[in-house]
């Protein structure tokens, strides 16, 4: 059997950023690997290595935020998702523009095309992940905004549509 990592690129994902806030200290991280799960209740799932600084935030906290990034927001997407907020404060610049959440402690971003703010339902270890399901208790959407995909390890901006499923 050939190694997985060579295929998983094949998936065309949603570009998230996972958002957590520990004694003040907001932090973020890029996530590609973050889908719903239920409408009713409304869970979704992100999969976090368990040697993320924000695995260990939301194990403590028991809350995130999980931002859909736009199509204009790939530098979000590198400075989230390239360093580790163990070693530098991702919001100290000028990249990240955080705002308040309604429920959570943790800040979102702005600009997104959604955010979700979620408290943790379920963590889930599994291979070398976890599973965290998060309960959404607050989502707002921006409609003019599209979501930015990641194929191949490239960022792209959505093309024509080619059928309707609704
Ligand atoms: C496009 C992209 C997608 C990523 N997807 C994931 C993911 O789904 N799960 C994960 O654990 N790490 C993922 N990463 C890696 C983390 O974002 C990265 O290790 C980050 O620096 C962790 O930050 P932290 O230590 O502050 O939590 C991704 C990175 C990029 C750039």
């Known amino acids: 059997m050939e190694d997985l ?7 065309a994902e949603s570009v998230t950023v996972v958002t957590v806030e520990k004694d003040g200290r907001p932090n ?9 799960v239920s ?19 939301i194990m403590e906290t028991k809350e995130f935020g999980l931002c ?3 199509d204009d927001q790939m530098d979000i997407s590198q400075h989230a998702g390239t360093i ?17 959440s309604r429920v959570i402690g943790a800040p979102v971003l702005d600009g997104c095309v959604v955010t979700m703010e979620c408290k943790l339902e ?6 070398d ?7 959404v208790v607050a989502i707002e959407r921006d409609p003019g905004k599209k979501p930015l995909i990641l194929h191949r ?14």
Not at 41 to 51: F, G, N, S
Request: glycine content about 8%; overall charge positive.
């Open 5 to 11: 990592t060579k295929f998983t690129s094949e998936f």
């Open 28 to 36: 973020a991280m890029t996530a590609a690997w973050a889908v719903p």
């Open 39 to 57: 409408h009713r209740p409304p869970l979704v799932v992100v999969h976090i290595a368990p040697q993320r600084h924000t695995h260990d935030i």
């Open 68 to 70: 859909i990034l736009a």
């Open 84 to 100: 580790s907020g163990k070693k530098v404060d991702k919001f100290s610049g000028e990249a990240m523009k955080p705002r308040p």
């Open 122 to 127: 379920k963590a889930i270890s599994m291979g």
């Open 129 to 135: 992940h976890t599973i965290f399901v998060g309960r």
């Open 153 to 166: 390890g490239a960022y792209y901006k959505l093309g024509e549509a080619v059928g309707k499923y609704y």
